[in-house]
């Protein structure tokens, strides 16, 4: 009887279905808590929505996510939240496979590298929600499987498509591109890659293009985020807090010392034109230079996660790489943080859930406050602050657009602001997401009473620039 060997066991062989597998099960919960927690998946279930119901292309924001609206508009009004987030969870099941096959040409630390990539706590956070990250990622992760495999044009085509789910990572041409320079192929591959994700790129942004032309286009991405201001100082902060915090603080500080202690092996690796280092290394700057000019959401940093792995397989031996996954994947679920959140940041050693129990914590509450609507017993005239926009509103059965009036209208077009009224037929119980202080006695003024919802109230303050007691705004708790 044939038996199988040490090398040939039942996890060797199937450790990758169990895996994915566990993949699948730890992303469940997430299925069916709405689109996400950030506003942005909510604004693109609504164009994918729009899409669907009148033909009509509505961008979500600019400047402009093309490919993953249409391919939501698919599953948004048949499925709802529930199959929008399962396509995003299909397509991370594709990224970790595709991961596996490349870290298998690739790493020494393969087993580690595929845990470490499929539980780091941001693609957890983001694989089972209606967001374009993962979609973008996959797209990256196949062009750099294609060029490994020296098919230049495929590889210029999912490059092309990586940045129809997520402009910003088209920038990711630098690190693949450099990988064909270290690889010494034909330099005429550069040339073909270049034209090919700039032909790709161009035909899925033809949307935009055709409703907006090349200068509106860009002048109305400019305006729409004209709004973004990030003093210097304030940049740097955000930027090295979000940074470390994108792994984790423990996990960044054995990274920062693994790196350190080994840097003689990365040395080492570029004199002798190392492909993997060179644009591992060049990959993760490429993408930290990006995260500088806007350091908002730490998701922002996804793409530079497969260069960073890569290198930390290069350059760990195995036993800190063992102790790099394991806090990688801890992060997710706890983490020591410097900033205390109360009323009001402060700094001070925190220890809270880590990212994937907070996206599922914000969640759920997020659904529980658009229930809560159909139950607030308030004045006849009211106006109550959510924070939020379409995730407030979209599919929300208890409101609706507000009536026209002089009130609406001023608040509407100064602000851009979406107002609501309940859906039982309550004109004068407002919803807005914010209100800025002339505006809180604007609506004062006319009657109103303002108030704001709990988890609103520190972003409201943070955009608004006054405190919610401060103008006597009373808080409701859920």
Same mark, same amino acid.
């Given at each position: 009887m044939h038996r199988l060997s040490s090398n040939d066991t039942f996890l060797s062989r199937?450790?990758?279905?169990?895996?994915?597998?566990a993949v699948v099960f730890t992303r469940v919960p997430f299925l069916w808590t709405g689109y996400g927690?950030?506003?942005?998946?909510?604004?693109?279930?609504?164009?994918?929505?729009?899409? +669907?119901?009148?033909?009509?292309?509505?961008?979500?924001?600019?400047?402009?996510?093309?490919?993953?609206?249409?391919?939501?508009?698919?599953?948004?009004p048949s499925g709802g939240a529930p199959l929008s987030n399962a396509a995003t969870l299909v397509a991370t099941l594709i990224a970790v496979y595709i991961w596996n096959s490349i870290v298998q040409r690739l790493a020494r630390h393969q087993k580690m590298l595929v845990i470490a990539f499929a539980f780091s706590p941001v693609i957890w956070q983001h694989s089972a929600v209606t967001l374009d990250y993962m979609w973008s990622l996959l797209a990256i992760l196949l062009s750099l499987h294609a060029i490994l495999k020296q098919r230049i044009?495929?590889?210029?085509?999912?490059?092309g498509i990586a940045a129809g789910f997520r402009p910003a990572n088209?920038?990711?041409? %630098?690190?693949?591109?450099?990988?064909?320079?270290?690889?010494? @192929? $034909?330099?005429?591959?550069?040339?073909?890659?270049?034209f090919v994700t700039c032909a790709t790129t161009t035909a899925v942004f033809l949307p935009l293009v055709i409703k907006?032309?090349?200068?509106?286009?860009?002048?109305?991405?400019?305006?729409?985020?004209? $709004?973004?201001?990030?003093?210097?100082?304030?940049r740097v902060a955000a930027f090295l807090y979000r940074s470390i915090y994108f792994i984790g603080p423990l996990t960044a500080a054995v990274?920062?010392?693994?790196? /350190?202690?080994?840097?003689?092996?990365?040395?080492?690796?570029?004199?002798?034109?190392d492909p993997i280092i060179l644009a591992s290394i060049i990959g993760v700057v490429t993408f930290l230079l990006l995260f500088l000019w806007l350091p908002l959401e730490r998701a922002y940093l996804l793409p530079a996660l497969p260069f960073l792995l890569l290198l930390m397989d290069r350059c760990s031996p195995?036993?800190? /790489?063992?102790? /790099?996954?394991?806090?990688?994947?801890?992060?997710?679920?706890?983490?020591? $943080?410097?900033?205390? %959140?109360?009323? +009001?940041?402060? /700094?001070?050693?925190?220890?809270?859930?880590? @990212? %994937?129990?907070?996206?599922?914590?914000?969640?759920?509450?997020?659904?529980?406050? +658009?229930?809560? %609507?159909?139950?607030?017993?308030?004045?006849?005239k009211a106006i109550v602050m959510t924070s939020d926009g379409p995730s407030f509103w979209f599919e929300n059965p208890h409101v609706e657009?507000?009536?026209?009036?002089?009130?609406?209208?001023?608040?509407?077009?100064?602000?851009?602001?979406?107002?609501?009224?309940?859906?039982?037929?309550?004109?004068?119980?407002?919803?807005?997401?914010?209100?800025?202080?002339?505006?809180?006695?604007?609506? +004062?003024?006319?009657?109103?009473?303002?108030?704001?919802?709990?988890?609103?109230?520190?972003?409201?303050?943070?955009?608004?620039?006054?405190?919610?007691?401060?103008?006597?705004?009373?808080?409701?708790?859920?």
């Open positions: 199937y450790w990758l279905y169990l895996v994915l597998s927690a950030d506003a942005d998946a909510w604004l693109v279930a609504n164009s994918a929505s729009t899409l +669907r119901n009148t033909g009509t292309y509505l961008e979500s924001r600019l400047p402009g996510y093309p490919l993953h609206e249409i391919v939501s508009a698919l599953f948004v044009v495929l590889a210029g085509i999912a490059l088209l920038v990711a041409v %630098v690190p693949l591109l450099s990988l064909i320079i270290a690889q010494r @192929m $034909d330099r005429r591959q550069l040339l073909k890659l270049a907006y032309g090349i200068t509106g286009w860009f002048t109305a991405t400019r305006e729409q985020m004209s $709004d973004v201001h990030l003093e210097p100082v304030m990274a920062g010392y693994v790196l /350190f202690v080994n840097r003689v092996v990365a040395v080492r690796s570029i004199r002798v034109r195995r036993r800190a /790489f063992s102790v /790099f996954t394991v806090l990688l994947v801890l992060s997710g679920l706890v983490t020591v $943080d410097v900033i205390q %959140v109360g009323n +009001r940041r402060a /700094f001070g050693v925190n220890v809270h859930e880590g @990212m %994937v129990f907070e996206e599922l914590h914000n969640r759920t509450q997020m659904l529980r406050e +658009r229930e809560a %609507v159909g139950s607030y017993s308030l004045p006849e657009p507000a009536g026209d009036s002089s009130l609406i209208h001023s608040l509407s077009y100064s602000q851009g602001h979406f107002l609501l009224t309940q859906k039982a037929g309550n004109p004068g119980l407002l919803f807005v997401a914010y209100l800025k202080q002339h505006e809180v006695a604007l609506v +004062r003024e006319a009657g109103y009473q303002v108030y704001c919802l709990a988890r609103a109230k520190q972003h409201v303050e943070h955009v608004t620039g006054y405190a919610i007691d401060s103008m006597s705004i009373s808080v409701l708790e859920q």
